[in-house]
């Protein structure tokens, strides 16, 4: 079945510094979704790619989608405490069903 | 209602005993899906469902896991004679008909600890 990976699993940062996860599914996606989960929290939804090779900004947070549309990375610029948590990406197949398949998660900490 | 509602939050039952996992899904939303997080983990597939009817239950562990929805509204997940493995965060998710980029809206969970 299809699988979403990412790496790293986890990455320690230090307030100011740069993040990026990557994320690689075994099959090409007609979508991918990032979330993030607080600790202790539930996940919440940051964005959608659908497009070959896009590219979405959320102030410091830069998305993309690659161009064969099975891979993508989420990059933060300048990480706060506040960017602390597990991000996912989530990647629907082409052709059928609704579900989103969830990739293993890139947990992220920052210190001062 | 104006999120995903689950109940109870926190649910602990011992092994052999059956539990229901209740999910109130935001108005309108005709899709409903339930995710399994086990500690420090990520989220696995169970069920989804489309209005009442279950297009992909293929993430069912096992037949002691149902799931039904009535009404297109409210879903409930049944364990039946469950096992310590069974111990997890149960997540439910619905999402718009309409799609629009809006991705899922997740509940708070159901943590169900199996002693």
């Known amino acids: 079945g299809q699988q979403v990976m990412q790496i790293p699993q986890y990455q320690h940062v230090q307030e100011g510094e740069d993040f990026t996860t990557y994320c690689n599914s075994s099959?090409?996606?007609?979508?991918i979704q990032w979330y993030k989960q607080r600790p202790g929290g539930h996940p919440v939804f940051l964005i959608q790619?659908?497009?070959?090779?896009e590219v979405k900004k959320q102030k410091r947070l830069t998305f993309q989608f690659g161009e064969a549309k099975k891979n993508s990375s989420l990059h933060i610029t300048a990480t706060q405490t506040t960017d602390v948590g597990t991000y996912f990406c989530?990647?629907?197949?082409?052709?059928?069903?609704?579900?989103?398949?969830f990739g293993t998660g890139t947990r992220l900490q920052v210190t001062l | 209602g104006a999120g995903v509602s689950q109940s109870p939050s926190n649910k602990v039952t011992e092994k052999g005993k059956d539990v229901e996992l209740r999910c109130d899904p935001i108005?309108?939303?005709?899709?409903l899906y339930w995710y399994r997080q086990s500690l420090g983990q990520g989220l696995e597939f169970l069920i989804y469902?489309?209005?009442?009817?279950?297009?992909?239950k293929s993430g069912l562990p096992s037949d002691r896991f149902s799931a039904e929805r009535t009404g297109g509204s409210v879903s409930t997940l049944t364990i039946q004679r469950t096992q310590q493995e069974d111990s997890a965060v149960y997540l439910c998710?619905?999402?718009?008909?309409?799609?629009?980029?809006?991705?899922?809206?997740f509940g708070s969970g159901t943590r169900l600890t199996v002693v």
């Open positions: 790619l659908v497009k070959s090779g």
């Open positions: 469902f489309q209005g009442n009817s279950a297009p992909d």
């Open positions: 108005s309108g939303h005709t899709a």
């Open positions: 998710a619905s999402s718009s008909p309409q799609g629009g980029g809006y991705g899922y809206t």
């Open positions: 099959t090409t996606l007609s979508n």
């Open positions: 989530a990647g629907k197949n082409t052709g059928t069903a609704s579900k989103l398949t």
